[in-house]
């Protein structure tokens, strides 16, 4: 029988990013972008029901949300690394996803992120956001923001997250962590973006902005003199900015672009490749300031996302 334990301890030792549990195949890691099998037998049904038991702990919620849903987002705690859970069904059997997070947050030098990212979130209000496809080291950038904020500045800082991948210990500032979810500290990422305008806080960060509720949520919280940080899942900086435009109907859309052109501070959109040597993956960033030029090309009545990438190159020449 394999134990959980064995699979993690290998993808530790092989600092895989994440670990791919399936039934009748061996485990397999993402290392440096490539699939690589496990030292370990083959994976049985009841492996399969002993690694469910094992993350699921008896908890009766989150139980109930796999067998309603058919999805479970979840984390895990071995060894005191933090990992993220995401079960899900393939032909009536769970399988598992489980992101291992390191620990130890890189600063924004070892990331490659331009200083101007840091000096924009002095702002005290805006909207700044952090895209990039999956795997695109988005929670990376997000969480080694809200540890350099916390360094820095005195601010009350509230984030949503589903489910909480660092946990920051307040420095200079309160750090208030909420997991999103069934059973958690709310319920929705709506509801706590809603609840967040009377908690009192500075900076409110987002997990994942995925609908455009969420996004009206944070567009009026950014309104009311807070600084909003959230992360969407687009390709690139102009890209999500037509997005957010998206999210609307065609005869809300004016009213957004002016709402956008002025609240958006920032985009940063990012990507992974490997190094030369392929011995690590690299992150290249796409930054956007929202500067007078970015603002006026998103309140044109004809959006053209030609334009904004325009903008941004002709800004960095």
Request: hydrophobic share 40%; proline share 3%.
């Amino acid at each position: 029988m394999i134990v959980l334990e064995k699979i993690l301890d290998e993808a530790i030792e092989k600092k895989a990013s994440d670990i791919h549990i399936v039934c009748g195949l061996k485990p397999v890691f993402r290392i440096n972008k490539s699939l690589i099998p496990a030292q370990i037998s083959v994976v049985t049904e009841d492996d399969i029901y002993n690694i469910y038991d094992y993350i699921v702990k008896g908890n009766v919620i989150s139980d109930n949300e796999f067998k309603k849903a058919k999805r479970l987002d979840t984390s895990l705690i071995y060894k005191e690394i933090r990992m993220r859970v995401n079960i899900s069904n393939s032909d009536g059997v769970p399988i598992f996803t489980i992101r291992v997070i390191n620990d130890v947050l890189p600063s924004f030098e070892e990331l490659g992120i331009p200083e101007v990212v840091r000096k924009l979130t002095y702002q005290q209000q805006g909207l700044i956001l952090i895209t990039g496809k999956t795997s695109s080291g988005k929670s990376t950038t997000l969480n080694s923001l809200i540890n350099c904020i916390n360094e820095k500045q005195n601010k009350k800082i509230l984030t949503l997250e589903a489910p909480i991948e660092y946990k920051h210990k307040p420095k200079k500032s309160i750090v208030i962590q909420k997991e999103v979810g069934n059973g958690a500290d709310t319920v929705s990422f709506i509801d706590g973006v809603r609840n967040a305008l009377r908690e009192d806080c500075d900076i409110l960060v987002i997990g994942e902005i995925r609908d455009k509720y969420t996004m009206e949520a944070a567009i009026d919280m950014a309104e009311a003199g807070h600084l909003v940080i959230g992360t969407l899942h687009t390709k690139s900086c102009a890209e999500t900015v037509d997005r957010i435009i998206s999210f609307y109907d065609v005869k809300d859309q004016a009213q957004i672009k002016y709402l956008l052109s002025s609240i958006l501070k920032l985009v940063v959109s990012q990507r992974l490749i490997k190094s030369a040597d392929n011995s690590k993956l690299v992150l290249i960033p796409e930054v956007m300031v929202v500067d007078s030029t970015i603002s006026s090309c998103i309140r044109k009545e004809k959006f053209s996302v030609a334009e904004i990438e325009d903008a941004i190159q002709a800004r960095y020449q």
